[in-house]
């Protein structure tokens, strides 16, 4: 990064271990177990699945409190404010996320994101999103970039 070896704005792996092989850092290969994709929305949920089922969740039992139901495996963030809502299983929720009265599953939703009447299926929600549903009940899958605001 110091050097600036960027393509188009961005850092290649490729380039790193070349630069570190360079300043006598011993490399040798190693088998992974699996390789977790995230270059689509797809693969993001997918791989968002397997770390929650792989230890990344911080609720592993469903929990039910006021009004609030947490089917697990799914991490909500200590910091989230969740009322009247149905969250998982395979949700991640994001610091300082606000979900009131609505349903979100297999979905991620990123920091600062507020989730109002809604019920979403495999979506993925930017930081500081805004997704107003009408409160039916109606199942929508959503991609929602950074800053946006969706009312359906």
């Known amino acids: 990064m110091e050097r600036k070896l960027t393509l188009k704005g961005e850092y290649f792996l490729a380039d790193t271990i070349t630069l570190m092989i360079e300043g006598g850092v011993k490399v ?3 088998n992974g177990e699996s390789w977790l994709d995230t270059g689509t929305i797809e693969a993001t949920l997918a791989t968002n699945k397997v ?3 792989r230890g990344a969740a911080n ?3 469903d929990e039910k409190r006021d009004g609030v139901h947490i089917v697990a495996p799914s991490y909500v963030h200590p910091s ?3 009322r009247d809502s149905v969250i998982g299983p395979h949700a991640s929720i994001g610091e300082n ?3 009131t009265n609505s349903r979100v599953l297999e979905s991620v939703v990123d920091e600062g994101s507020e989730i109002t009447d ?3 299926n495999n979506s993925l929600i ?8 009408r409160g039916d009940g109606h199942v ?3 991609n929602v970039g950074d800053s946006s605001s969706i009312i359906m």
Do not use: F, T
Not at 126 to 133: E, P, T
């Open 28 to 30: 040798r290969p190693h």
């Open 51 to 53: 770390l929650l089922e």
């Open 59 to 61: 609720i592993m039992k």
């Open 80 to 82: 989230a404010e969740i």
């Open 97 to 99: 996320c606000r979900i």
């Open 118 to 120: 809604s019920a979403l």
């Open 126 to 133: 930017g930081r500081q999103a805004k997704v107003s549903g």
């Open 140 to 142: 929508v899958q959503l």
